[in-house]
């Protein structure tokens, strides 16, 4: 089964910067693409970006355009999620996600496209 681990989260200040790491093991990791969504309290899960297999390709939604940058290390089994000028809307729990679908990546938004998920870190952003 595989297993992605989050973590970078944390309290930051409105303005501030947060990098957040996920590492995915017992899978190839080049062989996913990688997506990370964000869910507050009382919200449905959302997508904020997305990375191609090479990481040659990413898509962002439009709340995180210019202000985040996903990242991969296929060397490191890792994709990161650089977050910057972070507003208190922000707040949320952080997912990690792979997912084996083909396509365009815009195309791959949903969580249902995901097939395995991480725990969530939690980014708390005060204003």
């Known amino acids: 089964q595989a297993q992605l681990v989050e973590s970078g989260g944390g309290l930051v200040q409105a303005g501030g910067s947060l990098r957040l790491s996920c590492a995915l093991s017992r899978l190839t990791f080049s062989s996913y693409a990688m997506g990370w969504f964000r869910q507050a309290p009382g919200k449905e899960r959302e997508f904020v970006a997305v990375?191609?297999?090479?990481?040659?390709?990413?898509y962002y939604a439009d709340s995180a355009k210019g202000r985040f940058t996903i990242s991969r290390d296929n060397a490191k089994n890792t994709v990161y999620l650089q977050m910057n000028s972070l507003k208190p809307e922000d707040t949320a729990v952080y997912y990690c996600a792979a997912t084996s679908a083909v396509g365009p990546i815009a195309t791959m938004t949903r969580p249902s496209w995901y097939d395995y998920w991480g725990q969530g870190t939690q980014v708390t952003v005060s204003s």
């Open positions: 990375i191609s297999r090479s990481g040659s390709n990413t």
